[in-house]
């Protein structure tokens, strides 16, 4: 059921009249007497939202460090949200954010003490965040022993005789802060999973969180990834019965909206993998099938296997993660049959279903396996508008098929709705313009904002640029970290990351805690409360909140330049000027949001950090643009 309007309606005032001075004394005097700031930055951004709220616009709301943008969109939200009787949605860039934003001491919570609110707040996580209870049991025949650890700790309901009634929530990725992430990528759900005809739908932990978050009455907060799929496949999913990943809802804000674009292009993205159509097929080859549907299934698994040989030579490795790929001839041929074998077999499955030789739940999962299959070779052999590469992801290789513009796709789908949405980040524009992130976007039609932060960054902040030859930097960053100074370490990939940590000795890091070790939300709060006095991540250029002495230096391993990859080498082959429209736009963005992470609170000091090689240091007259304080060169 939806809280109460937290403020009085009358008839001589509209909702949004109301709205306006509710939001004018709850930052000018009910939260400064709790002890809150009061920053103007913070109202006009509020009382922007209202305004945005009121037209239904799309609004880019850019407002620097410290100015409290959490609090300026979550009361509008809230107070929206209940006027409609629907949710309220935040997208964040990823699940650590959403960790950060509902914690113990975030503002979510603050907020509800300071206001004596009662704040209905539920996650929705992406659906590879949950545990699947099918894959867990073929881990565990294996006897791994997380696996069965991961077992032990499973609630009575999943196995026992526990009445469904008594079910709860269970099975998030943050429950299990022990294992790394390529043990998690074992268990967890992955695409190829039928679970509508699962058994253990209705003791799933993933089946149960949707059923929670559904029932939210005011804030639904989830990630721009799972957003996103949830526009791809919401006619899909009316159309085949299913419920939509989320329900209806009366607002979006985006918080660190300039990532939403690579969220879209990765909820389009198709992926077909050596080993998991042989995997499935051979889960079907059981004893009564018939002839013809076994031997289609062995001749699509040698057209398969050839195809991946031929990618294999086509996949050009210049030690990028991404691998080109040359689209020979032979190779798309080759990609033509797999199709034209997999349609066929999926008519001769008709046939099969009807003997109940093959496990219904298999089957299933096959059939909607080739489904997928069959569209992503399609789109490879035959659209050339398609972006493709390869990646080797622990000796496998996977091909990645996605479209080189979403702008269309989310015109349609999203801004086309009479809604309101908001965009709120430190960094949307370049030099104030917002032209880069809304044509990224395909927004027309828009208004915008762009306030400082109020921080004397001249007085706490000190910024130097160093020049370091490319082999001397592991040395010279391991020599910096020695002094025990709590350091956030940015890397622009995990390639970058993982060639610092080879290169030193593993002496030199007894106090340094690498992304994808464990659980990163786990990892945060273990460098908060100073277990490890460096912390190395490629992914924490935006988002991470470590005020005070537990952060007081941010080192920037290497410029985060786009790389020379087909996603961005597609966006370059369409811009007039590659470097000035993707390449420098792309680093400016990136730099001012991980020299963010240092000054959270207006107490905070400390230093950012830059180490360049001699071939990047002609950037430096492009970095006035980026940081609020100008940067010292060591040479």
């Not at 998030?172 to 992430?181: A, G, H, N, T």
């Not at 029932?215 to 496949?233: G, P, Q």
Request: aromatic share 10%; net charge negative.
């Amino acid at each position: 059921m939806a809280g109460k309007i937290p403020f009085a309606l009358t008839r001589e005032k509209t909702f949004f009249e109301s709205l306006n001075e509710w939001i004018g004394d709850t930052l000018y005097d009910d939260l400064t007497e709790k002890g809150f700031d009061l920053r103007d930055e913070q109202i006009y951004m509020a009382f922007q939202i209202e305004q945005a709220l009121r037209e239904k616009e799309i609004l880019f709301a850019e407002a620097g460090v410290g100015t409290g943008k959490t609090i300026a969109y979550l009361l509008p939200a809230i107070a929206y949200a209940r006027y409609t009787g629907r949710p309220a949605l935040i997208s964040c860039a990823d699940e650590t954010l959403i960790d950060q934003l509902v914690k113990q001491e975030g503002d979510i919570h603050k907020l509800g003490k300071a206001l004596d609110l009662t704040i209905d707040v539920r996650l929705a996580k992406s659906r590879d965040q949950y545990l699947c209870l099918k894959r867990l049991e073929e881990m565990n025949r294996t006897g791994e022993p997380y696996a069965e650890d991961v077992e032990v700790q499973l609630p009575d309901f999943v196995y026992g005789n526990a009445s469904l009634a008594e079910v709860f929530p269970y099975g998030e990725r943050s429950s299990y802060p022990e294992l790394s992430d390529s043990q998690w990528e074992t268990i967890n759900y992955h695409p190829i999973q039928q679970c509508g005809g699962c058994e253990l739908r209705n003791r799933c932990g993933q089946t149960i969180h949707r059923s929670e978050y559904r029932n939210a009455a005011d804030l639904i907060i989830c990630s721009h990834d799972f957003f996103m799929e949830h526009i791809w496949t919401k006619e899909s999913r009316k159309r085949q019965g299913q419920l939509p990943l989320l329900p209806d809802i009366s607002m979006t804000v985006f918080d660190e909206g300039h990532l939403l674009e690579y969220a879209a292009q990765r909820a389009l993205t198709y992926e077909v993998q050596d080993s998991t159509l042989l995997g499935l097929l051979e889960r079907v080859m059981a004893d009564g099938v018939r002839e013809e549907t076994l031997q289609l299934m062995e001749q699509l698994m040698e057209c398969h296997e050839l195809f991946f040989d031929y990618l294999s030579e086509s996949a050009e490795d210049d030690g990028a993660e991404r691998l080109a790929v040359r689209k020979s001839d032979v190779l798309q041929k080759t990609a033509k049959e797999a199709v034209r074998l997999s349609n066929a077999l999926l008519e001769e499955f008709v046939f099969d279903s009807e003997l109940y030789v093959i496990p219904e739940y298999d089957l299933r999962m096959v059939e909607e396996y080739l489904e997928q299959y069959i569209y992503s070779l399609e789109l490879f052999a035959d659209h050339s508008e398609a972006v493709v590469w390869a990646e080797d992801r622990e000796g496998e290789l996977t091909l990645v098929i996605m479209p080189r513009l979403v702008t269309d796709v989310l015109q349609e789908r999203l801004f086309s709705e009479k809604m309101p949405i908001v965009f709120s980040s430190a960094t949307l524009s370049v030099n104030k313009d917002f032209t880069y992130l809304a044509d990224s976007l395909g927004i027309h039609e828009y208004t915008s904002f762009s306030i400082d932060s109020p921080y004397d960054y001249e007085e706490v902040m000190e910024l130097s640029v160093e020049s370091v030859a490319a082999e001397r930097k592991p040395q010279k960053l391991a020599d910096l970290l020695s002094d025990g100074q709590q350091t956030l370490v940015l890397f622009k990939s995990k390639q970058s990351m993982e060639q610092f940590r080879s290169a030193v000795s593993p002496e030199l890091l007894r106090n340094t805690v690498f992304e994808g070790d464990r659980e990163l939300s786990s990892m945060v709060k273990e460098f908060q409360s100073k277990q490890w006095t460096a912390f190395c991540s490629y992914h924490l250029w935006e988002g991470l909140d470590i005020p005070h002495d537990a952060l007081t230096r941010v080192i920037i391993y290497d410029l985060p330049l786009p790389p020379s990859d087909p996603l961005f080498d597609a966006k370059r082959q369409h811009a007039d000027s590659p470097f000035q429209e993707v390449d420098l736009p792309y680093m400016i963005l990136r730099l001012r949001q991980g020299a963010g992470r240092l000054i959270r609170t207006a107490t905070d000091s400390g230093s950012v950090r830059i180490l360049l090689t001699p071939e990047e240091l002609p950037l430096l007259s492009e970095f006035e643009t980026v940081f609020p304080v100008t940067p010292e060169l060591l040479i």
